[in-house]
Every structure is written in C-alpha cells, then in structure tokens.
C-alpha cells in the first residue's frame, strides 16, 4: 500500500484527500503545518506528499526548499494541491521542484486520476 503525506491546514480539505486517497488504496499521514510536514517526510518516508502552499507557519515554497535539499526526502514525489492560481505560479512551483500541480477546488472525481499520472501509477 502506498503512503501519502498530505500536509494542509485547512481541516475540511484534509478530510476531504485522506477520504479519497484511503478510498482509492492508500495509507495517509497528516500535517497541519510545513514544519510538522517537513519532520514527518523525513520519518516516515511517504511515497508522495501532497503539499499545500499556503500553510500557518512556513509557506509551500519553503517546505518545498527544505524537502528537496535533505537527502532522506530528495526524491520523494512531491505535488502542489493549492488554490493559489496567479499567473506563472504553476511553473513557479514546477521549476522550484514540485512534480505536479492540482488547483483547488479539488475535483473529487479525477483528483486520484491526476495524482497517479504525476506519481507514474498511471500512464
């Protein structure tokens, strides 16, 4: 069973992915904030994290920085779920390290879908 780690602070979308990745096979880890993130990913060792941009204590860009520089979370898949949509910062967040994007409102109906294509579960 993969693992996911799914850091975000708003509680209703926290409940909303860990009920469709579990229903969808995986096993979640929960964070609600980048630091808590950051110390689970490197204990837990997810197979993906699912990683909000606007958190309380450290924004996603942070937490991105701080994942892809420490050896135990380098190459862990990390995918930005967020609805922060300005102009660029999709590729904003690509070219920062992020493997994917997924805009909120989450649609509940292809999310999985589009989780698995950026994962490579998926073709």
């Known amino acids: ?11 209703d979308n926290m409940v909303l992915i860990t009920f469709l990745l579990e229903k969808n096979g ?45 050896k135990a979370t380098i190459d862990i898949p990390v995918i930005a779920i967020t609805s922060y949509a300005m102009s660029g910062d999709r590729d904003k967040l690509l070219n920062a390290g992020c493997n994917g994007y997924i805009e909120k409102p989450i649609d ?16």
Not at 1 to 11: F, G, P, S, T, Y
Not at 26 to 55: C, V
């Open 26 to 70: 995986y096993s979640t880890i929960g964070a609600e904030n980048g630091r808590k993130g950051i110390e689970l990913a490197e204990k837990e060792k997810p197979d993906f994290i699912l990683l909000d941009i606007q958190l309380p204590d450290i924004d996603g860009f942070e937490v991105l920085k701080e994942l892809r520089s420490s």
């Open 1 to 11: 069973m993969k693992k996911a780690l799914v850091i975000e602070d708003n509680e």
């Open 108 to 123: 509940p109906f292809i999310v999985i879908e589009q989780i698995k294509k950026i994962t490579g579960e998926m073709p």
